[in-house]
């Protein structure tokens, strides 16, 4: 009898600032990605994406890992990929330059190589890595930027290239993490933002050009998906935690009860545009032993505008500096845990001025509750992006 094939399983894991999650996953035929298990965990002890306490956060992926395990009923025992989130992770533009080689100075796949190999020796400190090296554009003397030279007559070739990069120390914490509690290493370590570019988007997204905006609890993160993939990236130290420090100064509530009124905003019918009866409706906003008291919506709708309206506006003048906004042909696509915000796509489609809706993986099948939630794009990035990781080395 001819032996079963072992079947492949990738794993994918995001240890952000609010929750910790594990999902494993297998390719079926027409790229369709089955989700065979996934668990998670609150992510205590970690802010903005920096672990401060290795072995409390080491104890809540293990309990991620046991309950992925125990939905699909298989051991991790694949290859794992890792995403990394901070302050500490940024963009550079770097650009390679050098003297075309081919036969009558035609730029070959050699030139390009060679140009590109001169951006990533980009000098960076000893204490940082690159994480990404994405190809912006190209130049052939002094004409056009393009994205592909090749075949185009000139003397020198440059490349235009954007890398992502980390620091060290946090970087290989995580990877570190990983190994003693797998008993290997991560295969590979992934910017947030680029593994949920791989989870929204496809080849024919990227021709149009879009705006990935991932708004988790300590970072928002936001990536240009355009031409080769990642054009542009960038991320501001904001997100759903200090929209609930807002809320818990402008309504004297302990941020806890704040972090559960933002959760629960679609369920109070509340949204992040100010509805226009919403001083007509209330909001109990009672902690555990507190005595009864009510809020108008609109009051905690205004709050919550003003932040993420904020956010977006930040967001919107670095695309303008960085010449971004003509790229971006397909609109935003907004994910994380403040995309479950009850109309926060309208409030980026006015502040951002484009077409804006909630990201959804991709041919996706499995979990009900992973294949329509914003809030795991990046673990299922990770395990789409890890596949291609895996190609490119031959595995």
Same mark, same amino acid.
């Given at each position: ?11 994918? +894991? ?5 929750? +910790? ?30 672990? @401060? ?7 809540? =992926?293990?309990? #991620? ?10 051991? +991790? ?16 533009? %770097? ?86 509690? !797998?008993?290997?290493? #991560? ?9 949920? &570019? ?7 997204? #990227? ?7 991932? +708004? ?27 929209? %609930? ?7 004297? @509530?302990?941020?806890?009860? &704040? ?10 019918? &509340? ?34 505008? =003003? ?31 403040? #995309? ?7 409030? %980026?489609?006015?502040? =951002? ?23 795991? !794009? ?18």
């Amino acid at each position: 009898m001819a032996k079963k094939p072992k079947r492949r399983i990738i794993t994918g +894991i995001e240890i952000g600032t609010g929750t +910790i999650k594990v999902v494993m996953g297998e390719f079926l035929p027409d790229d369709v990605l089955a989700i065979v298990g996934s668990g998670q965990a609150p992510a205590l002890h970690v802010q903005k994406g920096d672990v @401060l306490d290795v072995e409390k956060v080491l104890a809540q =992926l293990a309990r #991620a890992v046991d309950a992925a395990e125990s939905a699909s009923g298989l051991t +991790i025992d694949g290859p794992i990929f890792v995403s990394a989130t901070g302050a500490h992770i940024r963009p550079v533009v %770097a650009v390679g330059r050098t003297m075309v080689q081919g036969p009558g100075h035609t730029v070959t796949e050699e030139d390009v190589v060679t140009a590109v190999q001169g951006a990533r020796s980009y000098g960076l400190p000893p204490d940082q890595k690159i994480l990404h090296t994405w190809e912006r554009s190209f130049q052939v003397d002094d004409g056009a930027k393009v994205t592909n030279a090749l075949g185009r007559v000139g003397d020198w070739l440059a490349a235009e290239v954007l890398l992502i990069v980390g620091q060290h120390s946090p970087l290989e914490t995580t990877c570190s993490m990983i190994q003693d509690l !797998m008993g290997y290493r #991560a295969r590979d370590i992934a910017f947030s933002g680029v593994a949920d &570019c791989f989870a929204a988007f496809s080849h024919e997204d #990227a021709e149009q050009g879009h705006l990935l905006i991932d +708004i988790g609890a300590g970072v928002t993160e936001f990536v240009v998906f355009q031409g080769n993939g990642c054009y542009d990236a960038g991320q501001i130290t904001v997100g759903c935690d200090h929209i %609930a420090n807002d809320l818990a100064i402008g309504l004297q @509530l302990p941020q806890a009860r &704040c972090k559960a009124l933002i959760r629960d905003m679609a369920d109070l019918g &509340c949204s992040a545009v100010v509805t226009p009866d919403g001083r007509g409706r209330t909001v109990d906003v009672r902690t555990g032993s507190g005595s009864g008291r009510r809020v108008p919506c609109s009051s905690l709708e205004k709050i919550v505008e =003003l932040r993420l309206a904020e956010l977006f506006q930040v967001i919107r003048e670095q695309l303008e500096r960085h010449h971004d906004l003509d790229r971006i042909g397909g609109g935003v696509r907004l994910c994380g845990g403040g #995309a479950m915000i009850p109309g926060v796509d309208a409030l %980026a489609r006015n502040v =951002l001025g484009m077409p804006a809706e909630i990201a959804r993986p991709r041919l996706l099948s499995g979990q009900e509750e992973i294949l329509n939630a914003p809030n795991y !794009m990046t673990p299922v990035g990770l395990i789409r992006w890890g596949r291609l990781m895996l190609e490119i080395d031959g595995e």
